[in-house]
């Protein structure tokens, strides 16, 4: 079965550090993709990033950059000069290939917070 | 447009009493998921639905059930509502090959 545990359940940096958000994950299957997503204190659950499993290239967005590493099953995400705008629970998900519908496995979520 | 949609946004309800919580997608979308989200659990898969036509459990099923009215309806019900129950529930949808999953707003359900 998948898993996906994020260990940090909270975190709490002061603004303009810089922060990782750790994800590791469980699957027996080669060919999968991962996921994060943001839930800010409104509620909503706001798309963030894609990553298959034949694709291990870092990748960044603005201030936002992703490190996928299959050796430690890992798929680290981390916010450049954090802004009290990223305050937020991040969510790591997986999924595995196959059939026409993708269950994803969410991790338990962590909660940062950005002090002003 | 509006992506994914669903009503209500919040309920009360009694212990024993049933409903139905809607969702709608309008990006043509072949699957749609329900899923639970509970303090320090991540999101939980209720029911799935592959395509139009076709349902399936996911982690958590009991005490629910599910239809699929069209390619982009899928609603939730709640038979008889307990406690354990109470949380928020999200409609998500994707393009299934794709992957992807787009979330409602979600529904903050709590049973008395």
């Known amino acids: 079965a998948q898993k996906v545990t994020q260990a940090q359940t909270e975190i709490s940096v002061v603004e303009k550090e810089d922060v990782t958000l750790d994800c590791v994950y469980e699957?027996?299957?080669?060919?999968?993709?991962l996921f994060w997503y943001k839930q800010p204190p409104s509620g909503e659950l706001v798309f963030l990033i894609r990553?298959?499993?034949?694709?291990?290239q870092n990748e960044i967005s603005g201030r936002y950059s992703w490190n996928f590493q299959k050796s430690t099953s890992s798929f680290n995400f981390t916010i450049t000069a954090s802004q009290v705008v990223d305050s937020a629970v991040y969510f790591c998900?997986?999924?595995?290939?196959?059939?026409?519908?993708?269950?994803?496995?969410f991790g338990s979520g962590t909660q940062l917070t950005v002090l002003p | 447009n509006a992506g994914v949609t669903q009503t209500p946004k919040f309920q009360v309800l009694k212990t024993g009493q049933s409903m139905t919580l809607q969702c709608a997608q309008d990006?043509?979308?072949?699957?749609m998921y329900w899923y639970r989200q509970d303090p320090g659990m991540g999101l939980r898969l209720i029911y799935y639905?592959?395509?139009?036509?076709?349902?399936d459990k996911g982690e958590v099923p009991n005490g629910y059930n599910v239809s699929r009215l069209n390619k982009r309806e899928f609603s939730l019900r709640l038979e008889s509502a307990a406690p354990s129950q109470t949380s928020v529930y999200f409609c998500?949808?994707?393009?299934?090959?794709?992957?992807?999953?787009?979330f409602g707003p979600g529904t903050r359900l709590l049973v008395l």
């Open positions: 998500a949808s994707s393009d299934g090959e794709l992957g992807t999953q787009y």
């Open positions: 699957t027996r299957d080669t060919t999968y993709y």
């Open positions: 990553r298959n499993s034949f694709d291990e």
């Open positions: 998900a997986l999924s595995e290939a196959g059939g026409s519908a993708r269950q994803l496995t």
């Open positions: 990006m043509n979308h072949n699957s």
């Open positions: 639905s592959a395509s139009e036509g076709t349902t």
